[in-house]
């Protein structure tokens, strides 16, 4: 597998993660996503909107505010118990998860021994105030979880879309922790995307349901070209999973840095809807139409990071080969991102031959034409190896050669990113051939 470092590289040098406020000196453990990682992780959500909204009757989305009234998280525990336990070494201050090291060992960072202070729980909810005050009764928190809403509004979505159980409610957006311990690239940060649905479901069929979330999960990672060996489905013991799940599954993926979660499943009893309803004092029981019985429906919970899908794509999709190159009987490595073809950030490049006006004004014309339909770069600088070489590592599937030739031929040149093979295509079919391909 690839290394770490290799593809941090080519993520800054093409455009896809750059280090946060990097003018300023950075700030630890904070990413941008550039114009293809924009591209890129625009479309993994798009696509799992696409699949688990849009595409699905039982399923209705949200986009819920950031900041929650902060009784929300006082009612689920987070404010008393989202904590993690810390440790410091008194000699170089640095702080440690003490769940992730040996306390009795010596300090990764500065080979004392001895120095760790004893574990004390750090809590990870990121703080705020809001108003023109700062005292305790304007602290608000960032929410760690897209999940929490889901429940709030659980009433409202429900009678309002007028779903029945089992039915499920969606969201994408940002979360925040206080994480002791970010790093690995964009794998832990203090500010990150997640995608969750809430299934609510008959208390006695979520057995049923988890299995299917299960394998709409392993579908999902499919199409987005994750091998599902590098994988591992880790049933959670009961001493690990939380006092109201049955059964937890963390989705593992093994990343260049170790075995370690990419996503969740969890099967979370009545938990939520139970501490909203009590600390509230609303109803938040659903009343089903056909028997008239009231109760609170048990929910499966698919949890998903939008950062680690990005980084497990990127992972999955990094290959070294050996290429010919110009010269004749020569070759040389190529890097190719060999994204899903949905995923790709752009989806063709125009290349013409040549910048003389006779080859750019219809290329660029062409490249515009293409762009009504999909996400298109032009590229007219440096030779057409190295402009192939640049299009194969941000991953575009297919490249059109507009030569000399096109203005007699009215055809151009059509490449795969994978199999580098060339085909002539002419312009009149240069859609529908690009659509066919994309689609395969
Ligand atoms: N609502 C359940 C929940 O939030 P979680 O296991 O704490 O469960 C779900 O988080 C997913 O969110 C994780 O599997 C991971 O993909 C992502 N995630 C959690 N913390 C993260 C962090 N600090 N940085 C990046 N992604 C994170």
Known sequence: MIEMDKLISLCKRRGFVFPGSDIYGGLANSWDYGPLGAELKKNIKDAWWDRFVR??????????????????????????????????????????????????????????????????????????????????????????????AMFVDFKMIQETSRKRVPFGIAQVGKAFRNEITPGNFIFRTREFEQMEVEYFVKESEWAKHFETWLTELKVWLDFCGVDRTHLHFHEIEEADRAFYSKRTVDIEYQYPFG???????????????????????????????????????????????VDRTVLVVMLEAYHEEEAPTAEAGESAIRVVMKFPKALAPY?????????????????????DSLRQKWAVDYDETQSIGKRYRRQDEIGTPYCVTFDFDTLNDQAVTVRDRDSMKQERVKLSELEAYLDTQLKA
């Open 259 to 305: 075995l370690k979660e990419l996503y969740g499943l969890a099967y979370r009893g009545d938990y939520d809807l139970k501490c909203h309803q009590d600390k509230s004092g609303a109803d938040l029981r659903y009343l089903d139409p056909e028997t008239n019985e009231k109760y609170l429906p048990h929910v499966i919970e698919p949890s998903l990071g």
């Open 347 to 367: 989806k063709v490049a125009v290349l013409p031959l040549s910048k003389k006006e006779e080859l750019s004004v219809p290329a660029r014309q062409l490249a």
């Open 55 to 148: 595409r699905r009757a039982d399923m209705v989305g949200i986009d819920a505010a950031l900041i929650m009234n902060p009784k929300v998280w006082e009612a689920t525990g987070h404010v008393a118990t989202f904590s993690d336990p810390l440790t410091e070494c008194t000699k170089c201050h640095t702080r440690y998860r003490a769940d992730q090291i040996d306390i009795t060992a010596a300090c990764a960072h500065c080979g004392s021994k001895g120095t760790f202070t004893p574990p004390a729980q750090f809590n990870l909810m990121l703080k705020t105030f809001l108003g023109a005050k700062e005292g305790a009764e304007a602290v608000a928190y960032f929410r760690p979880e897209t999940a929490q």
